[in-house]
């Protein structure tokens, strides 16, 4: 149990352009999701936290309008990053916790991001 | 959120036990202490969690001592495989958003 999909995998996309990532809870109802950004060598960085049916809780320095976040069901949160450059190249990875996993977030496998 | 401390790296050889120590001495009330794997180009895996005193699962221990300041993964005889980074969390309570802020981690690098 407790399984967690990204999609895509991995994408490249040209300057200027948006991308939306999907992550998904499989087997379990995702109260929360979380999005972190990880650069090379470097630890997880949180951006967002994501309640179903409300606005997302952005950390400090994470520009909201930049990178969209949408949580319309118990089992899907979006990411969009809108007119990305290639300084938001990274690896984006998002977790979810819910039900009687409440205490526990469980990891997507992380989505390769690359801005040309 | 409280703030872990765990050594950069640590190194290994195969069949040997591992242990990684954490800190986190401003440890709430509510919180749970939670450690995850992550291999390179991967989301994080879930290895174990406790709250106090002993944990154990088929792949590690986890020992936190009575005033929960600090906490042990224990690998039982590690392998090439378990080559990864480990980071150790603090938080995910009811009194929280159940945000966990993630440290430097440890390197683990396990040698034949």
Redesign the interface.
């Known amino acids: 149990g407790a399984v967690v999909s990204q999609h895509p995998s991995r994408v490249i996309c040209k300057s200027g352009t948006s991308v939306k990532i999907e992550c998904r809870s499989l087997d379990f109802q995702a109260t929360t999701m979380f999005w972190y950004r990880q650069f090379p060598k470097q630890s997880l960085m949180l951006m967002a936290t994501s309640n179903e049916g409300s606005k997302a809780t952005y950390e400090q320095g994470v520009e909201k309008d930049k990178f969209l976040i949408n949580h319309a069901s118990l089992t899907l949160s979006t990411l969009t990053v809108t007119s990305a450059h290639p300084e938001d190249s990274s690896f984006y990875i998002c977790s979810a916790i819910g039900g009687t996993l409440s205490n526990t977030q469980y990891f997507g496998p992380g989505t390769r991001l690359t801005v040309l | 959120l409280a703030k872990t401390t765990q050594p950069i790296s640590m190194d290994s050889y195969e069949g040997q036990e591992v242990n990684i120590t954490c800190s986190h001495n401003n440890i709430a009330t509510n919180d ?1 202490i ?1 450690w ?1 794997q992550q291999f390179p ?6 290895i174990i ?1 406790g709250y106090k005193t002993k944990v154990t699962n088929e792949v590690a221990s986890l020992f936190i001592p009575a005033d929960r300041k600090s906490s042990t993964l224990s690998l039982p005889r590690v392998s090439l495989s378990d080559t990864a980074v480990y ?1 150790c969390l603090v938080g ?3 009194s929280n ?9 440890t390197t683990l690098q396990v040698k034949p």
């Open positions: 749970y939670t995850y180009s991967q989301g994080p895996r879930f969690q980071y995910g309570g009811s958003t159940g945000k966990l802020i993630f440290g430097q981690g």
